[in-house]
């Protein structure tokens, strides 16, 4: 998750190595400790470096991959898309990150990493106390975002405060899970901690760009508050029997309306921490290989260079992937007749299912099933784009007529049947590319069962527009966004709203900074002008439904939503009900949009949490096995 230079990148990913004899060794001067503190960041990096592996990209139903399982041109290994197929399981967990198989990673083996690194940080002669300091703080932040990972996942952990002495008795080993609070608690003291030593900003940009900032360690504090105040966790009546073996209870039953108030402080002074050393929202556009455009394509690029823009150029960034994204040969349609020579290998099949896509609001800035002047009973019968559409829509071409009067989030970051695609080495708009996805001769369309997009939804948002899948591939590369400004606001929005009796003001403020640069109208503006109910944002319950449905497109395709939509517990009733796409074998509109299930996901209230193995309930009777399973 360090943004660095080819220069320095290889010192930064080296681990720590197995056969180190001593801790002597290891920390016997500055540069070989330094080696160790990169070890303590392997795992953090890990984390955030396969999309594919991430629960939060995996299981938000915003993207369907197939099983291909067997398939010989198929490179994903992660189990990551299997969850929603309901195959998770207690007895071989998948991305199990309590023991590091199954496609997890080892958590608690890089927690006892970094209690090494604390335990022994004083032996090095030649560190000096500056260093010192700023290397405690990483240490104790990494150590806290491991085990927020795990509490995300599992609940109530094992707090692994110190290491456990190899040599001790074994009932020692034996660790008892801690209380959700309790886990939470001890996540923002170690944050608290380590925010006050950590550097407000990265001067040496060659060497250490993207080791932790201040802004990274507030923004986390912030995401971890929000977490433990939202309804997975504050208040939980579904864990009210889950219980330690001693009969202590592991969740509080309780809603506890403060833990929003401490949310909102955290996310309010994360914002103004990043925003006092430059940070902003993005709003610049490209300007490499673009030559005659509209000013519509001038505002789609700037939406779609919010993610693909460099982390270094992009003032909107807190935070991102060490790891450039590897995946947009499966995101970017075929756009040319060459291109098809090469579908096993670039497959494009991560098909966006026709939910995800209908979230996006009309260009009016409302969901289309409230928006009073669109015609949202007709939305899947085909209409035909004219030259007032051209921008976005081919002219002459018959698409969807729910793919007119969106807005503009939705041209940036979904591909559809008749969509303008700017870029693919095209550098005028007279001379872009458009998608053809009817049937197996349309260029995009199914070539073989790996090669099938198999919704007619491709995720946009995740192709860099410079990138180009040709006779030749060449991908711009870019890392994927962890943290962002905008998701920040409306992180504070939600807090905010959640920790009073009614929304004010500066609710709709921080609402609204994300909506003005999407160039929608202010949410009560919309609403009152366009929306079946124009008073719904003056409700605290509808202005909630409001701001999960903003971070729902904000932030799509992004790694965070299935997160959020466990948090919420509104993961369930989105897997409730099938997936859909279009009926992509067939080559005429009309027979083309009728929506076909193409997956039926698995989910209950047990998969909120992951299970831990059997085996380790077994060998650890201090242990208790997750509810349900």
């Not at 230079?5 to 056969?19: A, Q």
């Not at 041109?73 to 195959?87: A, Q, V, W, Y």
């Not at 300091?133 to 795990?150: G, P, S, V």
């Not at 609204?512 to 999407?518: H, I, S």
Request: aromatic letters at 12%.
């Amino acid at each position: 998750m360090l943004s660095i230079t080819s220069l320095s990148c290889k010192k930064f990913l080296d681990v720590v190595p197995n056969n180190v004899g001593t801790l002597d060794y290891a920390f016997s001067n500055r540069n070989e400790a330094e080696n160790y503190l990169y070890g303590c960041y392997s795992t953090f990096q890990n984390l955030c470096r396969e999309v594919v592996g991430n629960p939060g990209f995996t299981t938000s139903a915003e993207i369907i991959y197939p099983n291909f399982e067997g398939n010989p041109f198929n490179k994903i290994t992660s189990p990551g898309f299997s969850l929603i197929r309901g195959l998770q399981n207690s007895s071989n967990p998948l991305l199990n990150h309590w023991n590091g198989t199954n496609g997890g990673q080892e958590i608690y083996k890089a927690i006892r990493r970094c209690n090494i690194m604390l335990e022994n940080i004083d032996k090095p002669i030649d560190l000096t106390e500056t260093e010192k300091k700023r290397w405690i703080a990483e240490t104790k932040f990494l150590k806290a975002y491991y085990h927020y990972y795990l509490i995300r996942l599992y609940g109530p952990i094992v707090l692994m405060k110190e290491n456990r002495a190899v040599d001790g008795p074994i009932e020692a080993t034996k660790a008892k899970r801690s209380t959700v609070d309790e886990s939470f608690d001890y996540v923002v003291s170690l944050l608290d901690e380590a925010i006050p030593d950590l550097p407000p900003v990265i001067d040496n940009r060659i060497n250490e760009f993207g080791r932790i900032t201040k802004s990274m360690g507030m923004a986390v504090k912030a995401e971890v508050l929000t977490t433990a105040a939202s309804p997975l966790f504050n208040g939980n009546s579904d864990y009210a029997s889950f219980k330690d073996k001693a009969g202590n209870n592991l969740f509080s039953t309780t809603y506890d309306p403060l833990k929003w108030t401490k949310a909102a402080e955290a996310c309010k002074a994360a914002i103004l921490e990043f925003e006092s050393h430059g940070g902003r929202l993005y709003t610049a556009v490209p300007a490499d290989q673009v030559e005659n455009v509209s000013d519509d394509i001038k505002k789609e690029l700037t939406l779609r260079a919010v993610i693909t823009q460099k982390w270094e150029e992009n003032p909107e960034l807190i935070m991102a992937s060490q790891f450039t994204f590897d995946y947009q040969g499966y995101v970017i349609p075929k756009l040319s007749t060459k291109a098809i020579a090469f579908s096993n290998e670039h497959p494009s099949n991560f098909a966006v299912p026709i939910s995800t896509v209908e979230l996006f609001y009309t260009n009016n800035g409302v969901p289309i099933n409230e928006d009073k002047t669109w015609d949202y009973a007709g939305r899947n019968t085909p209409q035909t784009g004219t030259d007032a559409t051209k921008s976005y829509i081919q002219s002459g071409y018959q698409t969807a007529k729910g793919h007119f009067n969106r807005e503009r989030r939705f041209y940036a970051d979904v591909a559809f049947d008749g969509g303008l695609w700017f870029g693919n080495g095209k550098r005028n708009e007279s001379d872009s590319y458009y998608v053809q996805a009817r049937g197996a001769f349309a260029i995009a369309g199914p070539k073989s069962t790996f090669a099938t997009n198999v919704t007619g939804y491709w995720p946009k948002k995740l192709a860099n527009y410079l990138s180009v899948l040709d006779e030749s591939q060449v991908y711009q590369p870019y890392r994927m966004p962890i943290i962002r400004l905008s998701g920040l606001y409306l992180l504070y929005a939600e807090a905010l709203n959640e920790s009073l009796g009614a929304p004010t003001e500066e609710v709709y403020t921080y609402i609204d900074k994300v909506r003005q640069r999407a160039g929608l109208l202010g949410v009560r503006q919309a609403w009152a002008a366009y929306a079946k109910n124009p008073n719904d944002p003056a409700d605290k319950a509808k202005l909630r439904a409001i701001i999960h449905h903003e971070r729902r497109i904000e932030l799509m395709f992004e790694g965070q939503l299935g997160w959020d939509l466990r948090r919420w517990k509104e993961l369930q009733e989105v897997l409730s009900r099938p997936l859909q796409g279009w009926n992509v074998q067939e080559g005429n509109a009309v027979d083309y949009y009728r929506p076909q299930t193409v997956l039926i996901p698995v989910f209950g209230v047990k998969d909120y949490l992951w299970p831990i193995s059997n085996t380790e309930v077994v060998v650890n009777e201090n242990l208790v096995q997750n509810p349900f399973w």
